[in-house]
């Protein structure tokens, strides 16, 4: 079966412009999360959304980040004005259901600069 | 916080031995799960113990949870160069929160 997929693989730009990125479930998992991890540290998660409806998103900074998962399937994820502190690799995940045992699987990230 | 602390944070051997890694964190929960990161492979699930498990395999695998004192040790027998990696314990709690260590980096010397 198809991997997770995300767009684009790299990204730099300056800081208080905006940035997307999408990502890609793998076919039939009803759960998709985003993460963003610093160099150095684990993954932070950003978001969750099981189907089109959101799970978790304590952690997501709604002040600039936002994200969306329309017909519970391709997902995107914004940040508008970015900041300095946002560079970081931005990881899509997903796993067949929202439960206590689950195994997630990553797409390869997005890697963004900002300058 | 409920993130895991790994321990050690880094640690290199040589090709053929053992490696142990730790994990601890502050709260109860469903689950814990070790995932590798390698710039080859991304982020790659290993193996899921459930809270009520003390011990599971997978291949070269072993995986503990002491749930008294809060904390896992994965094991790796018999090292590769391709184990080089770094590796993380998620634990799940919870309505489904999911948080990630901090890692230990392994680096095998062939």
């Known amino acids: 079966e198809a991997g997770v997929a995300q767009s684009p693989r790299y990204k730099i730009i300056e800081k208080r412009q905006s940035v997307a990125f999408w990502c890609n479930p793998i076919?039939?998992?009803?759960?998709l999360y985003w993460y963003q991890q610093i160099l150095g540290q684990g993954p932070k998660l950003l978001i969750q959304f099981q189907n089109n409806g959101v799970v978790d998103d304590s952690q997501l900074p709604k002040d600039r980040f936002s994200a969306e998962r329309l017909k519970g399937v391709d997902s995107t994820l914004k940040i508008q004005p970015a900041k300095l502190e946002d560079s970081a690799v931005y990881l899509c995940?997903?796993?067949?259901?929202?439960?206590?045992?689950?195994?997630?699987?990553f797409g390869p990230g997005t890697r963004l600069t900002v300058l | 916080s409920q993130q895991g602390e790994e321990d050690p944070q880094a640690l290199s051997i040589q090709e053929g031995e053992n490696a142990t890694m730790n994990c601890s964190y502050k709260?109860?929960?469903?689950?814990l799960q070790w995932y590798r990161q390698n710039s080859g492979r991304g982020l790659v699930h290993l193996i899921l113990i459930r809270s009520n498990e003390r011990e599971k395999h997978s291949g070269r695998l072993r995986v503990t949870l002491d749930t008294s004192k809060k904390s896992s040790s994965l094991l790796i027998t018999a090292s590769r160069a391709a184990d080089t990696a770094s590796y993380f314990c998620a634990t799940a709690w919870g309505g489904n929160q999911f948080y990630f260590g901090t890692g230990t980096s392994l680096t095998v010397i062939p």
């Open positions: 995940a997903s796993s067949r259901a929202a439960t206590y045992y689950n195994e997630q699987f």
């Open positions: 709260t109860s929960i469903n689950n």
């Open positions: 076919s039939g998992h009803a759960t």
